[in-house]
T-cell receptor, first 111, second 115 residues
C-alpha cells in the first residue's frame, strides 16, 4: 500500500467550476500535511499547509480528517491558471523532516 | 526572496561517467534533500542531511552518494551513471523542526539524461 495515495486524474474541469481532490495517508502518526502545486516542467511549490481545524486561502480550502486519514483540497471558481498537478504531502514523523509525496493529481481547467 | 539553486537545468552524460549535481541554498536551512521524480512514481527521496557532514539514506539510495561539507551546499553524486538514472532531480531545503511549518523550498530541478 502506498504511504500517500491520490487519484492521478486527469481532472478536466470547466472554468468557474468547483473541484475537489482527496488524498489518503497510511501512517496514523503523521504530523504535518501540505498541498503542493507543480506546473509542467517546473519544481513543486507550496500551495498551503493543512491544519486540523481546516484552513482557507482565497479560493482554496484544505481539510484534514485524522480519523479517516484523508486530506482534501477544494478549489472554488476555478481559473485557467489553476491548471497544474497537485501533490499531497505528509510528514510522517515529528522531529524527522522527511516529507512523503503523493504522485499527484493532474488538473486541467477548460475555457 | 528565498532560493535553492541547482547548478544545471539540463545535463547529458554517458553511461559509466561520474556525475555531480550541486545544490546551494541561501536561507541558512539546516535540512537538505535530494529527490528524483519520474512519471507515475512521483518524488522519491534519495538522500537527506540534517547538518553539515551528516547524511542519511532515503528510500532509493542505491547508486548514489552525497556530500555536505558546508551548510549551504548539498551535492548528489552518481558514482557510475546508468541509463536507469535518467530522471528529473530535485533538491530541497527546510528549516529545522520548530520552524518547519512551511514545508520545503525546491530548486528548479536538473533533468539528467544518461545515454
Amino acid at each position: 500500500r502506498k504511504e500517500v495515495e491520490q487519484d492521478p486524474g486527469p481532472f478536466n474541469v470547466p472554468e468557474g467550476a468547483t473541484v475537489a481532490f482527496n488524498c489518503t495517508y497510511s501512517n496514523s502518526a503523521s504530523q504535518s500535511f501540505f498541498w503542493y502545486r507543480q506546473d509542467c516542467r517546473k519544481e513543486p511549490k507550496l500551495l498551503m499547509s493543512v491544519y486540523s481545524s481546516g484552513n482557507e486561502d482565497g479560493r482554496f480550502t484544505a481539510q484534514l480528517n485524522r480519523a479517516s486519514q484523508y486530506i482534501s483540497l477544494l478549489i472554488r471558481d476555478s481559473k485557467l491558471s489553476d491548471s497544474a498537478t497537485y501533490l499531497c504531502v505528509v510528514n510522517e514523523n515529528f522531529g524527522n523532516e522527511k516529507l512523503t509525496f503523493g504522485t499527484g493529481t493532474r488538473l486541467t481547467i477548460i475555457p | 526572496d528565498v532560493k535553492v539553486t541547482q547548478s544545471s537545468r539540463y545535463l547529458v552524460k554517458r553511461t559509466g561517467e561520474k556525475v555531480f549535481l550541486e545544490c546551494v541554498q541561501d536561507m541558512d536551512h539546516e535540512n537538505m534533500f535530494w529527490y528524483r521524480q519520474d512519471p507515475g512514481l512521483g518524488l522519491r527521496l534519495i538522500y537527506f542531511s540534517y547538518d553539515v557532514k551528516m547524511k542519511e539514506k532515503g528510500d532509493i539510495p542505491e547508486g548514489y552518494s552525497v556530500s555536505r561539507e558546508k551548510k549551504e551546499r548539498f551535492s548528489l553524486i552518481l558514482e557510475s551513471a546508468s541509463t536507469n538514472q535518467t530522471s528529473m532531480y530535485l533538491c530541497a531545503s527546510s528549516p529545522m523542526t520548530e520552524r518547519s511549518r512551511d514545508g520545503y523550498t525546491f530548486g528548479s530541478g536538473t533533468r539528467l539524461t544518461v545515454v
